[in-house]
């Protein structure tokens, strides 16, 4: 390494989708309904309720059902990668991507999540487009579940607050690990584990109005979710001494909103329980103060007398995250007013400016993220997801100048060179979108993230075609110089 370089030279520079976004064909070759399929487009928008956009009751359920086409749910049809991988790849080989993050549907595996076999058409998908990514030497870092569930197993188990959840996820998580196992080195289990209590239909396929106290229903999802990632994170070892395997948080720093001892003691505790994910994951327990905030909150989990053992003796390899903003904490927080948010709105931090969408940016909160993750776990740490969300505009001549989106990832991406100058380690980093997909909150599709431009609108309309954005250019340039050139 010389003396000015900064990233390693094995450093993991690619992109991320989930396959709930992207792939569309929400029907194909066996495929079953998952969560994500009852999801319907809003028109009218509330930006700081974003779990308002997500919700999801019985009665929409009910009404999702009867739909038969992929009309109204955008994240029945996405951008067609089922169909057009191949070309996807190609332009991700072209930006010389070392890796590529994608989730795995688990409706495409097993379609009601409960089946005795395998659905093979689903796993042949998955062997393609492992072995199209081969051909231009992206590693692939997949992610077992992101954000969707069989149906089947939300109606007739009630999700993930349902132990017997637990042997289907391991079942599914077996078959895939085994069928891939010289195909795929790195695993994620959950996607953003945390979103189970904070939109726990999307998490954990828990609806709301099914439940007496959806907030105990949730942690104990979450609890089930924890057990199943430690059974998932054994039977891997099993299978491939070489996987190496992490957990994912969408990490919500907060900082106090003064330097009054209150705000500061809130945030410390909102920190505290949004890093008691990684606590359990990583540490293989629950921290101190679980106990306390379960007690004050009426949540009683229910637990096996193994699953202490189980969550000790199976940690992660690694710590995966994303990061797209940072929160306040405040106990006064009627004094600076709201704004949206990942999954959830926040109060205002008059120092920051927003998206259009109220995400509040804030680069320098990666670094203190990275550095603060590193001090507490010393584990390698992965940033998954990092992105802006924002409207693009072709051109006369059909060129897309995202500027604003060169600039986010030239910032951010300085800051984490700073961390890794601080001394910390970082195993590599997926921009979040790299191509167009449908927007996970409120699925639309002008909220775009990707260096590659997809030709769809938000009502589904378009050609599907692929355009490449300055954006690509520039990030092209990044991974070639391995993060000199900003
Ligand atoms: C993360 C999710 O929370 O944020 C992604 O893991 C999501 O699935 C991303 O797409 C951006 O959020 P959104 O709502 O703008 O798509």
Redesign the pocket.
Known sequence: MSQKQVFPDNFLWGGAI?AN?AEGAFDADGKGLSTADMVPYHKKKDYTNLSALMHVTSESITEAMKVKTAEGYPKRYGIDFYHRYKEDIALFGELEFKVFRLSMNWSRIFPNGDDAEPNEAGLQFYDNVFDELRKYNIEPLVTLS??EMPMTLVLNYGGWKNRKVISFFEKYAETVMNRYKDKVKYWLTF??INTTIIEPFTGGGIVGDREENVQQASYQALHHQFVASALVTRKAREINPEFRIGCML?RMIHYPATSSPEDVLQAQVDNQLNLLHTDVQVWGSYPPIAKRYFEENNIQLVQEPEDEQFLLENTVDFISF?Y?TSLISTTTPEKYGVTGG??YSTVKNPNLKVTEWGWQLDPIGLRIVLKEFYDRYKLPLFVV?NGL?ARDKVEEDGSIIDDYRIDYFRQHIEQLAEAIKDGVEVMGYTS?GAIDII????SEMS?RYGFIYVDQDDEGHGTLNRYKKKSFHWYKKVIASNGADL
């Open positions: 989930a976004q992101h954000y996607n953003e969408a994303s797209y990942n999954l997801e969300g979040w927007s996970a909150s409120t909220k």
